[in-house]
């Protein structure tokens, strides 16, 4: 059974920094992609950041290139995403997600992050 399990999230003032993690378990990801998505309330769930396990390609979402950083522990099989300078609009539920087209699509249950001015 594979698990995503978020954490790091929480309430913070606009300008702040947070760090969410997301530790994988049930199997060990060599290939594909984690990344990050999140939903605010009454939108669709966007992508915010992605990087692959292998070769360390890496894209953002333009609404958070330079402020935010995915990163990766492949020993440990978590991912990260640093997020600086927080504004109220990041506020949102960010999910977790491991892909490889055509061999999974795994999701986190979410973590809150809510940005207050």
């Known amino acids: 059974q594979v698990s995503l399990v978020e954490s790091g999230g929480g309430l913070v003032q606009a300008g702040d920094s947070l760090r969410l993690s997301c530790a994988a378990s049930?199997?060990?990801?060599?290939?594909?992609?984690m990344g990050w998505y999140r939903q605010a309330p009454g939108k669709e769930r966007e992508f915010v950041a992605q990087?692959?396990?292998?070769?360390?390609?890496?894209s953002y979402a333009d609404s958070v290139k330079g402020r935010f950083t995915i990163s990766r522990d492949n020993a440990k099989n978590t991912v990260y995403l640093q997020m600086n300078s927080l504004k109220p609009e990041d506020t949102a539920i960010y999910y977790c997600?491991?892909?490889?087209?055509?061999?999974?699509?795994?999701w986190g249950q979410g973590t809150q992050v809510t940005v207050s001015t």
């Open positions: 049930g199997r060990t990801f060599s290939s594909g992609v």
């Open positions: 990087k692959s396990w292998s070769g360390g390609v890496t």
């Open positions: 997600n491991a892909r490889q087209p055509l061999m999974y699509n795994y």
